[in-house]
């Protein structure tokens, strides 16, 4: 490993949350990339002048975070990094495409269906019309990492699985002419359904982040309405927060 790691011993801040948070970033940056080997904790100890349990400390911190994974006979090894996504009216194909995550999808379901209640309050169409749902794996490094659920008014645009499969359905949007311009979203969290967690190779009852999101266009017309899940190990979302003058 030839990454350039240093310490500030007249920093408040502890040694081993500052290695943690220069190997976090090498990961994250993609200068560790998944699969890539850390290095043994004495080499690393001497190279930066710290314990072996300080230095101990640092990497456990980021196995216990999902980065970073301790194989016996290989070592400690980079898994992936986390994504971090903001809360902005963006898809997650883009978001993990941006991020360098090599995002591909899997289509479970690709049906037209009666509109629930529900659906249809948010589509603002008759209850038991006809809706499209789209049901996605996403996946980065060919890791899962959500299970979407999309509705749409039906003949909004075309739906064709091999389409979805290539690119992300915001970007479908935009080639089909339609302007996205705001969107209603609600996030939350809960424990992980056996179906759930056997999509997205968690076990039943881990964490799993939720989002609820209805999209509209520039014309106040609801273009869309997802339930998505993402495994929280790997995923979690970004707010900026600013004080009301």
């Known amino acids: 490993m030839s990454l350039q790691l240093s310490v500030d011993r007249s920093s408040p801040v502890p040694l081993y949350?500052?290695?943690s948070q220069q190997l976090e970033a090498a990961i994250e940056h993609g200068a560790l990339t998944p699969g890539s080997l850390l290095g043994n904790e004495i080499d690393l100890a001497g190279r930066l002048g710290l314990s072996r349990p300080t230095v101990r400390q640092a990497i456990q911190s980021l196995v216990d975070k999902g980065l970073l994974v301790r194989r016996r006979g290989v070592g400690t090894q980079v898994v992936h990094s986390q994504v971090k996504r903001p809360l902005e009216l963006s898809s997650l194909y883009d978001d993990l495409e941006s991020a360098g995550q090599c995002p591909a999808t899997q289509v479970v379901v690709n049906t037209v269906e009666p509109a629930s209640t529900e659906v249809a309050a948010a589509l603002g169409v008759t209850e038991t019309s006809d809706v499209h749902r789209v049901e996605r794996l996403r996946l980065a490094h060919g890791e899962p990492m959500a299970y979407l659920c999309n509705y749409l008014p039906p003949g909004l645009l075309d739906l064709d699985g091999d389409r979805m499969e290539a690119?992300?359905?915001y970007r479908l949007m935009r080639t089909a002419g339609i302007t996205l311009h705001s969107a209603r979203q609600s996030v939350g969290a809960r424990a992980a359904t056996e179906e759930e967690?056997?999509?997205?190779?968690?076990?039943?009852?881990?964490?799993?982040?939720?989002?609820?999101?209805?999209?509209?266009?520039?014309?106040?017309?609801?273009v869309e309405f997802g339930t998505h899940i993402y495994r929280a190990s790997r995923y979690s979302f970004e707010f900026q927060l600013l004080v009301r003058p």
């Open 17 to 19: 949350f500052q290695l």
């Open 167 to 169: 690119t992300g359905l």
């Open 197 to 222: 967690g056997g999509r997205l190779g968690e076990p039943a009852g881990s964490p799993l982040l939720t989002m609820q999101r209805t999209t509209f266009d520039d014309t106040g017309r609801a």
